[in-house]
Every structure is written in C-alpha cells, then in structure tokens.
C-alpha cells in the first residue's frame, strides 16, 4: 500500500511542475465564476483495518482477518464548486464507488485458511473546502479537506464478516489546476479515513452458525480509501 501511495505522488508532482517565464492564460476569467460545475472520473484502492481480539472458539481456535490483496476499484462522480473568495470555495462532489475487499481468516494453531470477498458499491457525498495557491501561467496547485457521508448499497449477508451499509469519511487531497484552450483538466489525489467502526455485530441473518466464530473474533472494521481522480471543468 505505501509502495503505491509512492507511485502515484511520483507520477502527480511532474503535473505541477512550475515553468520560471509568463505565458498567456488560457480562460483567464473561468475562476471567477461565481458557481461552476464539472465531471470526473478515477480509480480507487480500498483498504480495512481489523481490530482482532484473539477470540478462542470451544474447539480452541483462534481467528485473525486481514485484507488479503488490494483491487483496484473505478470511481466517477459529477462536481460543483462555489467560489468563497479569490483563494477559497466550498465544493459538492457526489461520488460512486464501484469496488472490492478480499479479506483473509487464519487459524492461529492449524493454519487453516477461509476467505471472504466485500464487492461495494459505494454513494458518496463530499463535502469539501478547497484551497488553491495563486494562479501561474496555465497552472494552480490546491489542496483539500471535508467530510464524505458513504451509503454501501451492496452489504450482503450470510458471510463471514457483516458489515453496516452507512459509513462516514475524513477526507485530505491536493491536486493542480490545468487551464486548457477549452476547458480545465484536474488531476486529484486524495486520502479517506473513516472514524467509524463498520462492523455488525448482531448476526441474525445467520443460517450457519459456524461463521459466528468470525463475527466474535474481531472488535472493530475501520475503512481507508486512496481516490485518483481526473476532474473536467
């Protein structure tokens, strides 16, 4: 995961890369907008955070969940920017998520294995403040901050682990402006952390009773997510 995390800053900082002379702007006047909108599409690793007690079941074993290989995942989503004042807006950024978890059970003694895997399909509703630096040439640097209310629409039961179909995320990015002839081009990185423990506990959709040894074995599900995102304004 750091590794990638790597990658993808190698890749985004050569975008912001700063010429030293004045060139002429292209749309010069586009951030002055009172409101404009645009569209984007991206990419997505999703990541869990397990928080296993060390459970011991009546046969004596014990369980531990970890993510087993990160999938990437698409994201795309529509946008609307409100402009606070030369430096500052408020935006609106309502998101799908279309991805997938591979989770790992390990038994501690007999190195038994069972697998579980979360496909999610993710409503999200960012609410972010964005800060740019001051326009150079065709370039502006920014970076961001809110809150994403996250909806799963497709928690499925009967599995090992439950999860609960709302979520709530932290969100931190940066990116840079492009201003192109006829239109402005946004690449975005930005990181999600949830607060939340997205774990259910209560297994009544159970029919196998066997897979209450998972539910019991782990206190606490955090999510993470790492959004690439490209922006057209």
């Avoid at 996250?150 to 439950?162: A, D, P």
């Amino acid at each position: 995961m750091k590794r990638t995390i790597l990658y993808i800053l190698l890749l985004l900082l050569p975008l912001c890369a700063v010429a030293q002379e004045r060139k002429v702007q292209n749309k010069p006047y586009i951030d002055y907008r009172r409101l404009h909108y645009g569209f984007f599409v991206g990419m997505h690793l999703q990541d869990m955070e397990f928080a296993n007690n060390g459970f011991v079941t009546e046969n004596g074993e014990v369980w531990y969940a970890d993510i087993a290989n990160y999938n990437p995942g698409f994201s795309v989503g529509v946008l609307a920017d409100l402009r606070l004042n030369t430096y500052l807006s408020l935006r609106a950024i309502p998101t799908m998520h279309f991805g997938q978890n591979s989770v790992i059970f390990r038994e501690q003694n007999s190195g038994e294995i069972s697998k579980q895997s979360f496909k999610t399909t993710y409503i999200a509703l960012p609410i972010h403040v964005k800060y740019a630096a001051e326009r150079f040439n065709n370039y502006r640097p920014y970076i961001t901050a809110g809150v994403s209310p996250m909806f799963n629409l497709t928690v499925k039961k009967q599995q090992q682990l439950l999860l609960k179909t709302f979520d709530f995320m932290i969100e931190i990015g940066f990116g840079c402006d492009f201003y192109l002839p006829f239109f402005k081009l946004i690449p975005e990185l930005k990181f999600a952390f949830s607060p939340l423990n997205v774990l259910n506990k209560n297994r009544d959709d159970l029919l196998d009773a066997n897979y209450l040894k998972f539910t019991h074995s782990v206190d606490k599900v955090v999510s993470k997510m790492i959004i690439l995102s490209l922006y057209f304004e």
